[in-house]
């Protein structure tokens, strides 16, 4: 399965994109598709994951009542909606699809995922 993300760009504090991950192959019931973030000179951070089946979603803290998933099954795509913006936002964006045999909650391990797709960058600034 490949991996294509989109939707970053430059926005201004409080501001709003919505991140898009298609996946060129099929997925699975199992799979946990996660968002994850590098700003310059900083460790991968997580942001958020999903289960394609369930739609059971995990945030890290930092993100939690700002950031929102969503599905489109036929499209195959995950969406990212990213509302009130701010500096410490700014990073690129990569998807990944944490695939498993059985159900697993979405984890914020990025060890556990094994695809990934290009970044896009997500700039926050005035």
């Known amino acids: 399965v490949q991996l294509q993300a989109s939707g970053g760009g430059l926005v201004q504090p409080g501001g709003s994109l919505r991140l898009s991950c298609a996946a060129s192959g099929v997925l699975f019931s199992n799979d946990n598709i996660g968002w994850f973030r590098q700003a310059p000179g900083r460790e991968r951070e997580f942001a958020g994951a999903?289960?394609?089946?369930?739609?059971?979603?995990a945030y890290a803290d930092s993100v939690k009542g700002r950031f929102t998933f969503s599905r489109d099954n036929a499209k195959n795509t995950v969406y990212l909606q990213m509302n009130s913006l701010k500096p410490e936002d700014t990073a690129v964006y990569y998807c990944?699809?944490?695939?498993?045999?059985?159900?697993?909650?979405?984890?914020?391990?990025?060890?556990?995922?094994?695809?990934w797709g290009q970044g896009t960058q997500v700039t926050v600034s005035s």
């Open positions: 999903v289960n394609w089946r369930s739609g059971k979603t």
């Open positions: 990944a699809i944490h695939r498993s045999q059985r159900y697993v909650p979405p984890t914020a391990d990025y060890l556990q995922y094994s695809y």
